[in-house]
């Protein structure tokens, strides 16, 4: 079969068309990896500065402000992530990995908040009843639903075999199909 009919090649071309060059993914890729390295380089410090210099008691001001905005938060992104589930869009990856992330702070608030309070022990049942196993539910439906497209994707490049597990699989499928594409390479893609 000739290199222009072969639907492997054609698939490698036309996602290669979306992509930038490789010289400039390796720049925003090494941007991306220094950005994430300053972050966690400033975050070190600056949670061992607020361990020993926050007071033990606090009065907030705004207190049901900050609750009911954090409960609204909560509410937009699980609502966001249903629409997004109902109109079977994409968009449920992130919006459900930004409710379980909610979901996960706001048990960890109340626990943490209530701890040798009158009220610990139902913030503590609404953590593992409610909250914790949500949390978990959304990051499995998203995960399953990233694993499904990532193996859509990966047969419509026409690469053989099951694709790699998530934290294997490169950012962009389509450069791992250009190299699984060449004679003598590995369907395994190279990160």
């Given at each position: ?29 090494r ?10 380089f ?15 008691r ?5 207190w049901?402000?900050?609750?009911v905005?954090?409960?609204i ?12 589930v ?41 953590a ?40 294997k ?22 990160a």
């Amino acid at each position: 079969m000739s290199k222009q009919h072969d639907p492997a090649h054609s698939a490698v071309r036309r996602a290669r068309a979306f992509l930038p060059d490789r010289s400039a993914l390796r720049r925003h890729h090494r941007r991306a990896v220094l950005q994430f390295a300053l972050c966690v380089f400033v975050l070190v410090p600056w949670t061992v500065y607020l361990a020993f210099s926050l007071p033990h008691r606090f009065e907030a001001r705004y207190w049901p402000m900050v609750w009911v905005g954090f409960d609204i938060m909560l509410l937009v992104s699980l609502a966001a992530a249903g629409v997004a589930v109902l109109l079977r869009r994409q968009a449920l990856i992130p919006l459900s990995f930004v409710a379980a992330t909610l979901l996960v702070c706001d048990a960890w608030f109340d626990v943490s908040l209530n701890l040798g309070g009158p009220d610990v022990w139902e913030s503590v049942a609404s953590a593992v009843l409610v909250e914790l196993p949500l949390a978990g539910v959304l990051v499995l439906r998203a995960r399953r639903v990233l694993k499904i497209s990532a193996r859509l994707a990966w047969q419509r490049l026409g690469l053989t075999g099951e694709p790699p597990s998530l934290y294997k699989m490169p950012l962009f499928v389509a450069l791992a199909a250009s190299s699984a594409a060449q004679p003598d390479s590995e369907n395994v893609p190279k990160a």
